[in-house]
């Protein structure tokens, strides 16, 4: 069965500080895919990432950088130089390769920048 | 152009009602979802549509009925209304295979 743990619940951070929001996953496919949400106070999904399991080059998009390790089963995102623009719930969600591709979420990650 | 659109964006309606959530995309998609978001915040899917067949129905209440017109409406019709149900709705579609998902803005329910 597949899953997804965002242990952090709530972080909250100083401008210009850097976090790092933690996902761990577990699945048994051998072809997965792996995603980062923001969901801002309006409440719309916005896409971050995605990356299949087959890649696990890390990602830099301007202040924002994923790492992803297999051999610990964990996603991990983190904003450099935040900015009060970021806070947000986080979404880290999973996608196999079998069935019918839908996201299974992890619980999120509320992100507090503090001008 | 709104990518995955859905109508209306706030409904709220008495216990034992039924009612219908809208939902067009217009990016050329196979396939589409919907997602239900409740009070904590948690995102589960409901349901998943790919070329207007019903490829996964997860344990939901037989009260809600996804309905596909044709590739890029997916209409979710609820039956019966419970105060459990208010929650805030997300469709999504992406492209079969693992591809992305996008959402729309979502539709919070509020049964009272």
């Known amino acids: 069965a597949q899953k997804v743990t965002q242990a952090q619940t709530e972080i909250s951070v100083v401008e210009k500080e850097d976090v790092t929001l933690d996902c761990v996953y577990e699945?048994?496919?051998?072809?997965?895919?792996l995603f980062w949400y923001k969901q801002p106070p309006s409440g719309e999904l916005v896409f971050l990432i995605r990356?299949?399991?087959?890649?696990?080059q890390n990602e830099i998009s301007g202040r924002y950088s994923w790492n992803f390790q297999k051999s610990t089963s964990s996603f991990n995102f983190t904003i450099t130089a935040s900015q009060v623009v970021d806070s947000a719930v986080y979404f880290c969600?999973?996608?196999?390769?079998?069935?019918?591709?839908?996201?299974?979420f992890g619980t999120g990650t509320r992100l507090t920048v503090i001008p | 152009d709104t990518a995955v659109s859905q109508t209306p964006k706030y409904l709220v309606t008495q216990m034992g009602n039924d009612k219908s959530i809208k939902c067009e995309q217009n990016?050329?998609?196979?396939?589409m979802y919907w997602y239900k978001q409740d009070s904590k915040k948690f995102l589960k899917i409901m349901f998943s549509y790919n070329n207007k067949e019903l490829i996964i129905n997860e344990t939901v209440p037989n009260r809600f009925s996804p309905k596909s017109p044709d590739k890029a409406h997916l209409n979710l019709h609820i039956n019966s209304l419970e105060l459990g149900d208010s929650a805030v709705y997300f469709c999504?579609?992406?492209?079969?295979?693992?591809?992305?998902?996008?959402f729309g803005p979502g539709t919070r329910l509020l049964v009272l």
């Open positions: 969600a999973l996608s196999e390769s079998t069935g019918a591709n839908n996201l299974f």
């Open positions: 999504a579609s992406s492209l079969m295979g693992g591809e992305t998902q996008y």
């Open positions: 699945t048994r496919d051998t072809t997965y895919y």
């Open positions: 990356r299949n399991s087959f890649d696990e």
């Open positions: 990016l050329g998609h196979d396939t």
